[in-house]
């Protein structure tokens, strides 16, 4: 009997050394890597180790949101981010109504903070969330210029202000550092300090718990082209518990991952089913105090990204590009009444689609090596991970967040 299961026991190990073995193939097989200057680039090739089967599932839990809910409460419109306390209560930034919600982890609503105006605790369209280690809540507030400091209750904490600066989505480091993204609809073209030096400043400014710029992180690409590179150098971060910043580029092929002290670790790069070339450069006018601004026209790949626990980093992206019937986007109106400057957003296309087969989940290691894609049915703009939870945010066609587990 003891040498029976000797022979089981060697038997079973040598079937999980092959395993070991044929995975490790796979997954060189699946990647080509580069050392560059000491930095890893990885260029994945395929559906990634995990083949045409992905080892992880969506197991769906909740639904909170939509465009047409009679609740009240979620009734969103053009909600921009999501972001859960130690608790599991979920706080949605619904943008358009100038409002947070907050709900519990099971989807009953606790309460409502905020409205529409300029004062503490008020509004202008807001464009992101991110909760700090404290459980307060730091609400980006582009038109008024500033980041907005809540606590869990709701009470304003404090206000960041930025007068001569342009406010993208603030994201919170352990350190209470301030790290903040280009801002998605740009008014201003050439920074100051690009005009004086002619170089490009960096993607991400980094910024101490005041606001007071220390640093920046990664490298804009130079396209020659003032519109053109401000649309190519586009980018979405997340940070992971260490602190270890993540960056997907929409009109890039490019994934990276950088130190907490802004290093380079890494770069990625995958097979697309489309090209990322630019078909149009755009272009834009001066008029006395105006513009006048036609986008520059690329396909788009990465839109979001996050990171889970054991440090995977999903990245949502396009499987193919939206149709004319699916594209939904935002129409901006700004000007002058009685000396104040009035903010107008209105969603723009079919908003009555619900399911596409143009999304899916692109999920790598911490290397940067592409395990597979996870097919999406619905429409996604956002994606977050806390715990084992993944939400997905549809911005504009449902106004829904979608709630999974990670299984």
Do not use: C
Not at 166 to 179: K, P, T
Not at 219 to 224: P, V
């Amino acid at each position: 009997m003891k040498a029976l299961r000797a022979l089981l026991a060697i038997t079973a190990g040598l079937i999980l050394a092959m395993g070991f073995m044929f995975n490790n193939a796979r997954q060189l097989a699946a990647q080509k890597v580069e050392d560059i200057n000491g930095m890893r680039v990885v260029h994945n090739q395929g559906k990634g180790v995990w083949g045409k089967k992905p080892a992880l599932k969506l197991e769906p839990l909740l639904k909170l949101g939509d465009l047409d809910s009679p609740d009240e409460h979620t009734a969103f419109y053009m909600p921009a981010a999501v972001a859960v306390d130690k608790a599991g209560n979920i706080y949605v930034l619904d943008s358009g109504n100038n409002r947070l919600q907050k709900f519990s982890a099971d989807g009953k609503f606790l309460a409502s903070f905020g409205r529409f105006g300029q004062g503490p605790g008020e509004f202008i369209y807001p464009s992101w969330l991110a909760i700090d280690s404290s459980e307060n809540l730091y609400v980006s507030d582009p038109h008024n210029q500033r980041l907005e400091v809540l606590g869990s209750d709701g009470k304003s904490l404090r206000t960041i202000k930025f007068a001569d600066l342009e406010i993208g989505n603030f994201f919170v480091a352990s350190n209470g550092n301030l790290l903040m993204e280009p801002p998605e609809i740009s008014f201003r073209f050439a920074a100051e300090e690009e005009e004086k030096t002619g170089q490009l400043s960096g993607l991400i400014k980094v910024m101490d718990p005041d606001g007071k710029l220390i640093g920046t992180i990664g490298q804009k690409l130079d396209m020659k082209n003032e519109l053109l590179s401000n649309t190519v150098n586009s980018v979405f971060m997340t940070l992971d518990k260490d602190n270890h910043v993540y960056l997907v580029f929409p009109y890039q092929n490019r994934i990276e991952k950088y130190s907490a002290e802004g290093q380079l670790i890494w770069r990625a790069d995958r097979e697309l089913p489309y090209s990322l070339e630019v078909q149009d450069k755009g272009s834009f006018e001066r008029r006395g105090n105006g513009i006048s601004i036609r986008q520059p026209k690329i396909n788009r790949s990465s839109l979001s990204v996050a990171v889970d626990g054991q440090g995977r980093v999903w990245v949502l992206t396009l499987a193919r590009q939206l149709k004319k019937e699916e594209q939904a986007g935002i129409g901006v109106s700004i000007g002058i009444v009685d000396g104040k400057q009035q903010v107008g957003y209105k969603v723009i296309g079919d908003t009555d689609l619900r399911k596409t087969d143009a999304y899916k989940l692109e999920v790598f290691d911490g290397e940067g090596v592409l395990l597979g894609e996870i097919p999406l049915d619905i429409f996604v703009d956002h994606i977050f991970i806390y715990g084992d939870r993944l939400f997905l945010l549809d911005k504009l066609h449902g106004a829904t967040v979608h709630i999974f587990r990670i299984m």
